[in-house]
């Protein structure tokens, strides 16, 4: 096709961000962020105002064939990159309350985005879709049938970037992704790790939300159920219980500070809370780390992405200290010279697993994602789009 370019939507609650690529040679060649919508002066009235801003600054529209609109929750009836047209944007609503603070802001930057760009091609790329592949015993939580058959279950999230980084991780190694095996870490605000078996999503850390795992800048990840019901118990309401475990728990909870860096910061000064709180994010890395080598049996890799893991050397050397046994050695200088402005591998020659620092790119990963579903045997390396329905009678 002669016009090549693919416009990325992230379309969030109070922010748009979008980027545009020519993907011959995948180029970036717009992209920008349109922040406090509906706030005030500031920012654009409304979404549909902010869209209009960013298409307003695209030079080339008339090349833009098709749009890839990141979705965070795709549920059990969105497994890969969908098509979407109104009866399909309907059906996605019913996943809104899995996800309140992102998905109805996805959906409303979809709808207009068809109203904006007509007579492209509107494609919704999910963050749940990289995880359709878990087995079901990583997949169900040991609860009551009703419950299964209700839909709770293991989603998982970050699975664009999961799915983008275990593909160049792939490359850097010189194999396939069906030969590799390996674990990655997206660890930014929300974190979250991923066991990876032969290019496939075989466990991860969040569950049927994104509360479960790590611990992460204001969300506590792993908790007992036993904690909230003892809180319920003692007659805590349940929208302060949700508002605790969603912006008040994590490092936040721990030190006052969710950003890392200030985390950081306090425990230079010697703060005790900061010096538990940092502890406790690298403790509960390297332990799922033990967990997903258990689980994959053989690990090529580890990889790094995200804010935390493609900046902060410290976090990383301390994740894996005393992983020797695993078969895993830092090469210190290596990492603290990697500040993720590129992929590099900071292991050392006598590690039997490759350690990798990867910058994660979900816009590129989600218009590669569209140009599959377009085009899928002009991709190599992409596997041709799945039939979204496969698996939805699993509970
Ligand atoms: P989000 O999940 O919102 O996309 P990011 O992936 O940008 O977040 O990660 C944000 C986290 O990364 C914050 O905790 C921030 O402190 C941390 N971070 C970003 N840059 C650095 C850096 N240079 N050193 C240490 N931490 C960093």
């Known amino acids: 096709m002669s016009d090549t370019h693919i416009l990325v939507i992230n379309s969030g609650s109070s922010s748009l961000r979008f980027s545009v690529y020519d993907m011959r040679g995948e180029r970036q060649i717009a992209d920008g962020?349109?922040?406090?919508?509906?706030?005030?002066?500031?920012g654009p009235a409304d979404h549909r105002a902010a869209l209009a801003q960013a298409l307003a600054g695209i030079a080339d529209r008339d090349a833009i064939v098709a749009v890839g609109h990141r979705v965070v929750h795709g549920g059990e009836r969105f497994l890969a990159p969908t098509r979407m047209d109104a009866a399909a944007?309907?059906?996605?609503?019913?996943?809104?309350?899995?996800?309140?603070l992102h998905n109805p802001a996805n959906r409303l930057g979809?709808?207009?985005?068809?109203?904006?760009?007509?007579?492209?091609?509107?494609?919704?790329v999910?963050?749940?879709?990289?995880?359709?592949?878990?087995?079901?015993?990583?997949?169900?939580?040991?609860?009551?049938?009703q419950w299964r058959a209700r839909g709770v279950r293991r989603h998982g999230f970050h699975g664009t970037s999961h799915r983008y980084v275990s593909r160049e991780a792939a490359r850097m190694l010189g194999k396939t992704p069906a030969?590799?095996?390996?674990?990655?870490?997206h660890l930014g605000n929300g974190s979250s790790v991923t066991a990876v078996r032969g290019g496939l999503?075989?466990?991860?850390?969040?569950?049927?939300?994104?509360?479960?795992?790590?611990?992460?800048?204001t969300r506590p990840g792993d908790i007992d159920a036993g904690v909230l019901l003892h809180?319920?118990?003692?007659?805590?309401?349940?929208?302060?219980?949700?508002?605790?475990?969603?912006?008040?728990?994590?490092?936040?909870?721990?030190?006052?500070?969710?950003?890392?860096?200030?985390?950081?910061?306090?425990?230079?000064?010697g703060n005790a809370d900061a010096t538990l709180a940092l502890e406790m994010y690298c403790y509960r890395a390297r332990k799922y780390l033990g967990a997903y080598g258990a689980v994959l049996g053989r690990v090529d890799a580890l990889v790094f992405t995200a804010g935390i893991g493609e900046h902060d050397a410290d976090i990383r050397a301390r994740v894996l200290a005393g992983l020797e046994w695993f078969g895993v050695r830092l090469d210190a200088e290596r990492n603290h010279a990697c500040r993720g402005q590129r992929a590099m591998a900071i292991h050392a020659p006598s590690s039997r697993v490759a350690i990798l620092v990867i910058p994660t790119n979900e816009e590129l990963e989600i218009a590669r994602e569209v140009i599959g579903l377009l085009e899928?045997?002009?991709?190599?390396?992409?596997?041709?789009?799945?039939?979204?329905?496969?698996?939805?009678s699993d509970p």
């Open 33 to 42: 962020k349109i922040e406090q919508i509906g706030e005030g002066a500031a």
């Open 89 to 100: 944007l309907a059906e996605l609503a019913r996943f809104d309350a899995l996800a309140p």
């Open 110 to 124: 979809i709808a207009l985005g068809m109203e904006l760009l007509p007579g492209r091609t509107h494609v919704a």
């Open 126 to 145: 999910f963050d749940t879709a990289f995880h359709h592949s878990l087995p079901p015993a990583a997949m169900h939580y040991a609860v009551p049938a």
């Open 179 to 185: 030969e590799t095996n390996l674990i990655s870490l």
């Open 201 to 217: 999503s075989v466990d991860t850390s969040m569950g049927m939300t994104p509360l479960e795992g790590l611990v992460m800048g």
């Open 231 to 269: 809180l319920l118990r003692e007659g805590i309401d349940p929208r302060e219980l949700d508002d605790a475990l969603h912006h008040h728990s994590g490092l936040r909870g721990l030190c006052g500070e969710n950003d890392m860096r200030a985390v950081r910061a306090l425990a230079a000064t």
């Open 376 to 392: 899928p045997r002009a991709t190599p390396g992409h596997a041709p789009a799945r039939a979204t329905h496969r698996r939805r």
